[in-house]
């Protein structure tokens, strides 16, 4: 089992940064692929980043890619995600998730978060 609370969300001005994070508990929080997922509304929900168990390895999407980036402290229990530049499209809920294996779509996940809003204003 693996519980995710997501915190850091907000409304934000374009070009503007923000600072998601993550807090699991449970055990074994270092053995899961953790991942960062948004959905806007009326839209599916899609990849952001990923981050592998160890943290050494990192995907993004590519809408992302310069603008933000994944991290985890495995010793804390924390999932980051920074945001830089945002954009009005960058609106959305933000979802923390993870599960044992490494995702290849998003309903892969097993464990996730309540999600955060982030708005960003034009």
């Known amino acids: 089992q693996l519980q995710l609370v997501e915190s850091g969300g907000g409304l934000v001005q374009a070009g503007g940064s923000l600072r998601l994070s993550c807090a699991a508990s449970g055990p074994n929080f270092s053995g899961f692929h953790m991942g960062w997922l948004r959905q806007a509304p009326d839209k599916e929900r899609e990849f952001v980043a990923r981050?592998?168990?160890?943290?050494?390895?990192?995907y993004y999407a590519d809408f992302v890619k310069g603008r933000f980036t994944i991290s985890r402290d495995n010793a804390k229990n924390m999932l980051y995600l920074d945001m830089n530049s945002l954009k009005p499209d960058d609106t959305g809920v933000y979802y923390c998730?993870?599960?044992?294996?490494?995702?290849?779509?998003?309903?892969?996940?097993?464990?996730w978060g309540q999600g955060t809003q982030v708005t960003v204003s034009v």
């Open positions: 998730a993870g599960d044992y294996v490494i995702p290849t779509k998003p309903s892969d996940y097993s464990y």
């Open positions: 981050i592998s168990y160890s943290g050494g390895g990192t």
